[in-house]
């Protein structure tokens, strides 16, 4: 049995996504556990008129410098005053945008997640679509798996019936997670597969694990049936892999 079969599930903690940009700190309160506390302040105003849509992802650099991940839906109302964020936006820890990234017509539909690697590349996905993709830390494209706007579904379009096979595509999946000592890929996907899907560093596919199944079949793990959907990928420092 797979080493990945027989890891210990955990409950990934996603805190705020910093929806409406408001920043967090942390307390450490004597005797308990650390308290979060909304900081106003952080982060400063954006840019050139910028307003972002919604926040579907954030990421922390060894810097502590901050990554959002934001959708390409600003309202009409929103467009007569201002205009849409770059779909990347790199903040200090004083909360000042120090770098943008991304093009509206290339990056994943409906994007999700933002993973920083252990070698400072970006990572995201898109659970309106069938890709992921890596960037460099200052924005350039280095891989991408799939083809933008087709899935893993009979019929390669959001309508049709998932099949959680392909070896090139994905069905609207959700996080990323890379192995910082061989550099695999391991994909959430997602919100219409329900497996883990691994690639080796150069996008390759090595292996899945995972299917929709029964509540109970998901809360059991029989014969690996996850429930739908599958939305987050860890890595442990024990190198095994969880999924939520």
């Not at 090139?168 to 329900?194: E, H, K, L, R, W």
């Not at 299917?211 to 029989?222: F, N």
Request: charged content about 20%.
């Amino acid at each position: 049995m797979k080493k990945e079969m027989t890891l210990f599930y955990k409950v990934c903690l996603c805190l705020g996504l910093v929806a409406a940009l408001g920043g967090f700190c942390c307390v450490q309160a004597q005797g308990r556990g650390p308290k979060f506390i909304v900081d106003p302040s952080w982060p400063q105003p954006l840019p050139h008129n910028w307003i972002n849509g919604q926040v579907s992802g954030v990421c922390v650099d060894t810097q502590d410098n901050v990554f959002i991940v934001n959708r390409n839906d600003m309202t009409d109302k929103e467009a007569e005053i201002a205009q849409q964020a770059p779909p990347f936006i790199e903040f200090d820890p004083d909360g000042n945008v120090v770098n943008s990234f991304g093009d509206w017509k290339v990056v994943p539909n409906t994007t999700h997640a933002c993973v920083i690697d252990y070698e400072n590349n970006v990572w995201t996905a898109g659970n309106g679509d069938g890709i992921i993709q890596k960037y460099s830390y200052d924005g350039k494209l280095l891989m991408q798996i799939g083809k933008r706007g087709v899935v893993d579904t009979s019929d390669g379009t959001l309508k049709g019936r998932a099949l959680n096979s392909s070896h090139t595509q994905f069905y609207m999946p959700a996080d990323i997670a890379v192995d910082p000592v061989n550099g695999d890929v391991y994909v959430a996907d997602g919100y219409g597969n329900s497996r883990v899907a691994v690639f080796d560093r150069s996008g390759k596919f090595l292996r899945q694990w995972g299917h929709q199944g029964t509540k109970e079949e998901a809360d059991t793990g029989v014969g690996g049936a996850f429930m739908q959907v599958v939305h987050c990928v860890v890595i442990g420092n024990d190198s095994l892999a969880a999924r939520v």
